[in-house]
């Protein structure tokens, strides 16, 4: 089993930032990889990020290529998600994930274990 409590989410203006983190219990393993996703009323829950335990390899959706850094804290068992130059796009309440058996895996249904998620409101 493994526990995600994501914080860090908020109300921002449009070209501000905000640091998400995911703080993980449990059976994390170096082959795990760790991905947030994002998810706005009425739409899909869409891939933002993911990084493997260890080598800490990334991966990025278009969308966010640029703008968001996923990074993880080993001691810490801890992943974050630095969003720069926000848009109003970028709204949605984030989640946190876990995959110990797909690598980098950017499908919501590759992931096992999912956090409650956090709320990010971008103002225009």
């Known amino acids: 089993q493994v526990q995600l409590v994501e914080s860090g989410g908020g109300l921002v203006q449009a070209g501000g930032s905000l640091r998400l983190s995911c703080a993980a219990s449990g059976r994390i393993f170096s082959s795990s990889t760790m991905g947030w996703f994002r998810q706005a009323p009425g739409k899909e829950r869409e891939f933002v990020a993911a990084i493997r335990w260890s080598g800490g390899y990334t991966y990025y959706s278009d969308s966010v290529k640029g703008r968001f850094t996923i990074s993880r804290d080993n001691a810490k068992n801890t992943v974050y998600l630095q969003m720069n130059s926000l848009k109003p796009e970028d709204t949605a309440n984030y989640y946190c994930?876990?995959?110990?058996?797909?690598?980098?895996?950017?499908?919501?249904?590759?992931?096992?274990?999912w956090g409650q998620g956090t709320q990010v409101t971008v103002s225009s």
């Open positions: 994930a876990v995959s110990n058996f797909i690598s980098m895996a950017t499908m919501p249904e590759n992931y096992s274990y």
